[in-house]
Structure formats: structure tokens, C-alpha cells
């Protein structure tokens, strides 16, 4: 039972335009939100987070919102560079509960 | 400060056999979680080990098996090894435990079960 979904296993942007990262969820409990990233042969690491209590939360260039009410939330990167060229991965917490990361996006910049 | 160090990186074994996984957590955390990352499924949360005490498990069976020491490093166990347990597996220590932003992952050990 995935309780945390990205749908979309790749994404192709040019850089300087919009990446624009998906995630759903099942899991109305959950109320924290974070976005890791990965690069080959590395573990994640932290990005951004947002709690259940806001839609909107900015860092730079990341921004990620958080959509309650479709259990959705995504992660924009403007502008976005090549060395945005990672795996993106959302997580889920519920209290002091176990972490429920997503599958994964595998975000290609190219020039 | 020193990172998350995980030991050893690479590891091959044959089905049957059991492995022990090592992770040091950056000094002063005292919260271990251990992941395991597969093509698909991405990470999947295996248990955390809070001050020597486990304090949340995934569902994976008992096969996995785990335990954190007095200076807060944490071994790993897996025993009876099966083909679907290659993977690569990720330890994160914090100070307080895996909702911190300040969450730092290893580097990860690939395991190959052949």
C-alpha cells in the first residue's frame, strides 16, 4: 500500500524553465511534508519541507505547495539548472512516526 | 563534522547467507533510521533506533533486524538472504529523530544477493 505516489518516474526540462515535481498522497494524518534530493552514488539530502498547517513554503529557487484538500503537493524549481539533474523524492510524516517516502522523479536539466 | 558514515559500500553475497550492516551517525545524534531503496519502490523505511531503543519498524519481516549501541552507532542484521533483498540500503541519523529537516543520510551500502 504506497501511501505516498509519484507518479511520474522521469522529467525532461530545459534549463531555465519551470521543473515542476508531483506527489500524492493517501494519508489525510499525515502533517509534514519534505522533499529530499539524490545524486548517484550519494545519500539524500534535505531540500525543503512544509508543515500541514501551510500551503506554500519558500527556500531560493524551491518552492513547495501543499494542497490539503487533493492530498497533493509539488515542488517547483525556477529557474531550474543542470545541476538540478538529480532523484527527487517526497516523504511524509505523521507525529513522531515512521518517514513514507515516495518512488521517486528522476529530474533531467539539459542545456 | 564528520557525515554518516556506512560500512562497507559494497557488498555481494549468495542467498542463505546473513549480513551485518554498520552505521556511524554524525557525533551527537542519538536517532537512527535505516532505509531500504529499491528500482520502484523507492525508500522504504525498515526501523529507528532511538538512544539503544527501537522506536518505529517498517513492515518487513523479521528477517531484519537491527540494534543501536551505547555511542549510537547501529548495525543492521539480515539473515537468510533471498534474491529481492539487493538493494540499497541507507541509514539517516538525527538528533531527535526523522521528522528534523536536519535528517543526514549516509552514503548507503549496495547490497547484491546473487
Known amino acids: 500500500d504506497q501511501q505516498v505516489k509519484q507518479n511520474s518516474p522521469s522529467l525532461s526540462v530545459q534549463e531555465g524553465r519551470i521543473s515542476i515535481l508531483n506527489c500524492d498522497y493517501t494519508?489525510?494524518?499525515?502533517?509534514?511534508f519534505l522533499w529530499y534530493k539524490k545524486y548517484p552514488a550519494e545519500g539524500p539530502t534535505f531540500l525543503i519541507s512544509i508543515s500541514s498547517i501551510k500551503d506554500k513554503n519558500e527556500d531560493g529557487r524551491f518552492t513547495v505547495f501543499l494542497n490539503k484538500s487533493a492530498k497533493h503537493l509539488s515542488l517547483h524549481i525556477v529557474p531550474s539548472q543542470p545541476g538540478d539533474s538529480a532523484v527527487y523524492f517526497c516523504?511524509?510524516?505523521?507525529?513522531?512516526?515512521?518517514?513514507?517516502f515516495g518512488t521517486g522523479t528522476r529530474l533531467q536539466v539539459f542545456p | 563534522k564528520a557525515g554518516v558514515t556506512q560500512t562497507p559500500r559494497y557488498l555481494i553475497k549468495t542467498r542463505g547467507q546473513q549480513v551485518t550492516l554498520s552505521c556511524s551517525p554524525i557525533s551527537g545524534h542519538r536517532s537512527v533510521s535505516w532505509y531500504q531503496q529499491t528500482p520502484g519502490q523507492g525508500l522504504q523505511f525498515l526501523f529507528e533506533?532511538?538512544?539503544?531503543?527501537?522506536?518505529n519498524k517498517g513492515n518487513f519481516p523479521g528477517r531484519f533486524s537491527g540494534r543501536q549501541f551505547s555511542n549510537s552507532r547501529s548495525e543492521m542484521n539480515v539473515s537468510t538472504l533471498e534474491l529481492g533483498d539487493s538493494a540499497l540500503y541507507l541509514c539517516?541519523?538525527?538528533?531527535?529523530?526523522?521528522?528534523?529537516?536536519?535528517?543526514?543520510f549516509g552514503p548507503g551500502t549496495r547490497l547484491l544477493v546473487l
Open positions: 494519508n489525510s494524518m499525515f502533517d509534514y
Open positions: 533506533y532511538f538512544s539503544e531503543t527501537q522506536r
Open positions: 516523504a511524509a510524516i505523521r507525529d513522531t512516526d515512521k518517514l513514507i
Open positions: 539517516a541519523s538525527s538528533s531527535s529523530g526523522p521528522r528534523q529537516e536536519t535528517q543526514y
